[in-house]
């Protein structure tokens, strides 16, 4: 995944020519300059203190408020290539789907951190992630200290609601504004699903291994979540979901009014903020008191 052959050998090259012994692991250049072209990694560059690294992020960067000062170089579709070499980076995270880009930027000698969107222990990936990236640069204890951190809080959030009732939950991520209509679901794989797992919900399309599913009415009927959390980050929002989704009357969530709007756009990014995904839904499931008594 990580370009550690290529960096290994700059190394030794820069070691050789000094007449010093060159290390035995690949160690960060004096001066990192850091590109990302995936938000999740931003994110968690940032999280690890790498911030001051970087000279450039995505089209789609919104978080953290500092990444608005950095320069755009395209994103996953439209890379600019030649925008990127000229900010001369030791460092590039792109998409592992990036096959023309990781190429050109091999073919430059430009070192690249392949990124994999994990559907399965996506949990999991993102402190994984956070300290592979401390590895390549230098920042291995910041890394072990905040991918540390996040695992500690959603253990905590996991023992809070451990033998609590599984409440049936239908995490919608896509919807028509004011219709039933283009309705998509978390599947039983991906960060969504496992932070609602974590949480203490339980997917009512868990048996699906998807991390999405187009869900027809009559399907939603069927599964009869107690509790519809949607997600809604790209605009299109409703004046009440409520509304809409009370078309569905025989739906236990429909009855009860358990039907709860997220617009964060946190909740599209399986970044290092997952610790605020896993605690709202468990505020959203079982109470304000939970979540206070797992702690920060």
């Known amino acids: 995944m ?9 190394i030794l090259a820069a070691a050789a020519a000094c007449g010093r012994p060159a290390p035995s692991e690949p160690a960060a250049p004096a001066e990192a300059r850091v590109i990302s072209l995936v938000p999740a990694a931003t994110e968690m560059l940032f999280a690890i203190g790498a911030g001051a690294d970087m000279v450039a992020v995505s089209s789609f960067d919104r978080y953290p408020p500092e990444v608005e000062r950095l320069p755009r170089v395209g994103a996953l579709i439209d890379p600019d290539f030649e925008r990127i070499l000229s900010l001369r980076p030791t460092l590039v995270v792109v998409y592992a789907s990036q096959d023309e880009l990781i190429a050109r930027l091999g073919a430059a000698s430009v070192p690249v951190y392949q990124y994999v969107h994990a559907a399965e222990g996506a949990l999991a990936h993102i402190p994984r992630t956070m ?8 920042r291995e204890a910041a890394a072990e200290e905040a991918a540390g951190a996040i695992e500690g809080a959603i253990e905590r959030i996991r023992q809070q609601v451990a033998g609590r009732e599984r409440v049936r939950t239908a995490v919608v991520f896509g919807r ?25 919900g339980g997917n009512v399309f868990a048996d699906i291994r998807r991390e999405g599913l187009q869900a027809s009415t009559e399907l939603m009927l069927a599964r009869a979540p107690d509790v519809i959390i949607e997600i809604r980050t790209s605009g299109g929002v409703d004046a009440s979901p409520l509304e809409a989704w009370g078309r569905l009357a025989a739906i236990p969530a429909t009855r009860t009014g358990r039907i709860y709007e997220l617009t964060d756009p946190l909740f599209s990014i399986p970044g290092p903020r997952i610790v605020e995904i896993v605690r709202t839904f468990a505020r959203v499931l079982h109470g304000d008191e939970v979540v206070a008594a797992a702690g920060p």
């Open 2 to 10: 990580i370009a550690r052959r290529q960096l290994l050998a700059l």
């Open 131 to 138: 300290r592979e990236l401390g590895q390549l640069l230098g």
């Open 176 to 200: 028509e504004a004011g219709a039933l209509r283009g309705i998509w679901v978390a599947g039983g794989v991906g960060f969504l699903h496992e932070a609602l797992e974590a949480a203490g």
